[in-house]
Nanobody, 116 residues
Framework: QVQLVESGGGLVQPGGSLRPSCAASRSTFSLYIMGWYRQVPGKQRELVAT???????NYAASVKGRFTISRDTAKNTVTLQVNSLKPDDTAVYYCDGQTLSQDDYWGQGTQVTVSS
């Protein structure tokens, strides 16, 4: 069992930046893929970005070029650098970790609000 805890969300003006982070309760070597998803009320949770254990990344088209995902296996963290934020980026951002045996772990989420 792995517990994931997000932090670093907040309120920011359009064009601003944030750096949400996700800390795991134990080693993340077993989490083949870690990622960030987001959800707004009334809509399905959607992929933002993922990063595999060897560093291969994948981004949603809507965030490519603005968001950067990274993971630090020594610190058991995965971080999402978000730049050039838009009001449409407003959502609860969730951290996710998946094992090769398809166990799936989720954090509780951190709110990101982009508003002037």
């Amino acid at each position: 069992q792995v517990q994931l805890v997000e932090s670093g969300g907040g309120l920011v003006q359009p064009g601003g930046s944030l750096r949400p982070s996700c800390a795991a309760s134990r080693s993340t070597f077993s989490l083949y893929i870690m990622g960030w998803y987001r959800q707004v009320p009334g809509k399905q949770r959607e992929l933002v970005a993922t990063i595999a254990i060897r560093g291969v990344t994948n981004y949603a088209a809507s965030v490519k070029g603005r968001f950067t995902i990274s993971r630090d296996t020594a610190k058991n963290t995965v971080t999402l650098q978000v730049n050039s934020l838009k009001p449409d980026d407003t959502a609860v951002y969730y951290c996710d970790g998946q094992t090769l045996s398809q166990d799936d772990y989720w954090g509780q989420g951190t709110q990101v609000t982009v508003s002037s």
